[in-house]
């Protein structure tokens, strides 16, 4: 059974950091292509950056680029995001997916969400 | 920047069908996703390539996509088909992009 499970959320100050992780099981990381998706109170989805399967390509969002850094350690099997410069506009449910494609050629365009963890909530207040 | 529209509520009797749109410039020309997310979960794939199930998915939901408007459609509406559902693509001027979600209730 696929199991992604997100961890490292929790309430910090404006302007402070925090580092969310993501615990992959049931399937083999190292193949994947993931993303970090997020959701603000009351919102709707927000893509907020990539990873490529050996972790040489990344992408992100223009509201976190220079703030936020994805990686992965595929000997862990594990996914994080560093969130530094935090804002309160970042207050979101954070969620770890896998980004799949079975299309007979991957074009960026071909790829879809598949397996979501849980979510953790990253709270940015005083 | 690409801007996926969609309505912000549908409601449908049990039963009956329910169409949810996805409106976009040209998104018939794009490969489009669709998540179902009930309160307080993750979402979950139903329909992706526009028109493909996931295992587990119900042969009740199923998708089109052509010219500016790509639609989910679910058959015989459940109770359990009340959640919010999201289209998403990948587009050069975005990246990822989801839809601004539908909340569907079974009246």
């Known amino acids: 059974e696929v199991q992604l499970v997100e961890s490292g959320g929790g309430l910090v100050q404006p302007g402070g950091s925090l580092r969310l992780s993501c615990a992959a099981s049931g399937f083999t990381f190292s193949t994947y292509w993931m993303s970090w998706v997020r959701q603000a109170p009351g919102k709707g989805l927000e893509w907020v950056a990539n990873i490529k399967k050996d972790g040489s390509e990344k992408y992100y969002v223009d509201s976190v680029k220079g703030r936020f850094t994805i990686s992965r350690d595929n000997a862990k099997k594990s996914l994080y995001l560093q969130m530094n410069s935090l804002r309160a506009e970042d207050t979101s449910v954070y969620y770890c997916a896998t980004l799949h494609c079975t299309a007979a050629s991957c074009s960026p365009t071909e790829y879809y969400f598949y397996h979501w963890g849980q979510g953790a909530l990253v709270t940015v207040s005083s | 920047s690409y801007v996926l529209a969609q309505p912000p509520s549908v409601s449908v009797a049990p039963g009956k069908t329910a169409r949810i749109t996805c409106g976009g410039n040209n998104i018939g020309s794009k490969s489009v996703h669709w998540y179902q997310q009930k309160p307080g979960q993750a979402p979950v794939l139903v329909i992706y390539?526009?028109?493909d199930r996931p295992s587990g998915i119900p042969e009740r939901f199923s998708g089109s996509n052509s010219g500016n408007t790509a639609t989910l459609t679910i058959s015989r509406v459940e109770a359990g088909d009340e959640a919010d559902y999201y289209c998403h693509v990948w587009d050069s001027s975005s990246d990822h992009l989801f839809g601004t979600g539908t909340k569907v209730t079974v009246l």
């Open positions: 390539y526009d028109n």
